[in-house]
């Protein structure tokens, strides 16, 4: 017999040892401050069976009340199952929470893939006796493979009876949508409004196939979920959201591919009872938002395939914000200057070149190029530096690109990695 709408669960936890890990996979542990320390949540995760690997491959995240929410989708044309009924889904602007699995996609699967996307609804809403259009399903794996709902069914129902509000609980959360990531990437922040604490809090996967593109609801992929205890209405989360992602997910790539599944969704309890309705409190949960998307971003970028390096591209000078995202991202996608940031070479020529592709008023002679923190290049020339001195600079775990192109004030970054032999080695490998 389920519970009683609005009801509080005290959900039993089977503390059962994890399984080992293999090689390749490396949890970190949770920080005092997780997914569920934020007021009003609760998660789980459980070995289902999609994968091969003994690991969390099916997670919930449950509100314990109806959530104000804000979900961003992939704007890429072919779109998961899981996306088409999410969109549906998070429109009204309030969830209960998520279901999601990890290795299996369920995109271009047709209508039997929309029918297991509401099936993975069904079965969540069921263990916590609300609407299944309040709950918003979300894959990520391998594309054009069937779900395995005779796994998954049950494993939902399992994951339900281990709800909790635990580091461990957000922790089975956080690897259970995990694929080739090779680490947990979480991230916090707090803040007060009128002397009420409000915790907001961040996990997401993410290490290949990302080159997110979200926008308003209207393989690898980027899921990311955010809780909050603050009390704002969906449309000041979707404004938010809408513009924290522009500055975090949507400045961050690996290969530039964006995913048929790509999901951000902030869910927000309103158990602080800080009410985020006047500009204070506004600019306060905006800057906090923005932080944790950054962190979550970065995290992203330094866990890319095969990565050994985060690379940060910034831009200034440009003549708009436009053309300063266009130049960064240029750059950022560039395999060749991803190859040169791989082996440490200050190969300086393939930045420049880079920029000059962006189809975007650049000016060579007027721009100046540090690299590593050492300029390289300046007024269409090439700069006196010491190349094994700049190459050295390069080994380390995140390197600089700033371009000044002294044309004018607008800025932008981006967020890449290193292209190693490693990542054309996994997705070589990846589906056979």
């Not at 995240?61 to 044309?77: K, Y």
């Not at 999601?100 to 069904?122: F, I, P, Q, Y």
């Not at 927000?268 to 506004?282: E, H, L, Q, R, V």
């Not at 060749?336 to 082996?343: I, S, T």
Request: glycine share 8%; net charge positive; charged share 20%.
């Amino acid at each position: 017999m389920g519970p009683k709408p609005g009801e509080l669960v005290p959900w039993a936890f089977d503390a059962a040892p994890c399984p080992p890990r293999p090689r390749r996979y490396i949890a970190l542990a949770m920080k005092t401050a997780h997914l569920l320390w934020p007021k009003g949540f609760l998660a789980a995760g459980v070995h289902a069976g999609i994968k091969t690997r003994p690991v969390p491959d099916v997670g919930l995240l449950i509100s314990r009340q109806t959530a104000t929410a804000a979900v961003l989708f992939t704007t890429n044309q072919v779109v998961a199952a899981p996306v088409i009924v999410g969109r549906r889904h998070a429109a009204a602007g309030r969830l209960r929470g998520v279901v999601v699995n990890s290795g299996n996609a369920n995109a271009c699967t047709g209508k039997r893939g929309e029918k297991d996307a509401l099936k993975m609804c069904k079965v969540g809403a069921e263990q916590i006796n609300c609407d299944q259009h309040l709950i918003l399903p979300s894959s990520t794996g391998i594309i054009g493979h069937l779900l395995p709902m005779s796994k998954i069914s049950p494993a939902i129902v399992a994951a339900a009876a281990r709800l909790g509000d635990s580091a461990e609980h957000a922790g089975q959360f956080a690897d259970a949508i995990m694929t080739t990531d090779l680490v947990r990437k979480t991230a916090d922040a707090k803040f007060t409004v009128d002397r009420q604490e409000v915790r907001l809090a961040g996990v997401c996967k993410g290490s290949g196939m990302i080159g997110p593109r979200l926008g308003p609801i209207g393989h690898a992929t980027m899921l990311a979920y955010l809780t909050t205890d603050a009390l704002a209405t969906p449309a000041i989360l979707k404004k938010l959201l809408a513009a924290a992602a522009n500055e975090s997910f949507n400045a961050v790539t690996v290969d530039d591919h964006a995913s048929t599944n790509d999901t951000l969704c902030l869910l927000a309890s309103g158990m602080s009872g800080a009410k985020i309705d006047s500009p204070a409190a506004t600019i306060s949960f905006a800057a906090a938002l923005k932080d944790v998307c950054q962190s979550l971003a970065r995290q992203i970028a330094a866990d890319g395939e095969g990565a050994e390096k985060i690379v940060t591209i910034h831009v200034s000078g440009a003549q708009n914000e436009t053309a300063a995202k266009a130049i960064a991202r240029a750059i950022a996608v560039s395999p060749l200057v991803k190859c040169a940031m791989h082996g440490n070479d200050p190969n300086w020529g393939r930045i420049v070149s880079a920029a000059g592709m962006a189809a975007v008023a650049f000016d060579a002679d007027r721009c100046v190029l540090k690299l590593a923190g050492t300029i390289v290049f300046r007024a269409g020339k090439p700069a006196r530096f010491s190349a094994p001195a700049v190459s050295a600079a390069m080994k380390r775990k995140e390197v600089i690109v700033d371009l000044n192109c002294n044309a004018g004030r607008a800025q932008a970054t981006i967020w890449t990695c290193d292209l190693s032999k490693e990542y054309v080695t996994i997705n070589a490998d990846y589906h056979t």
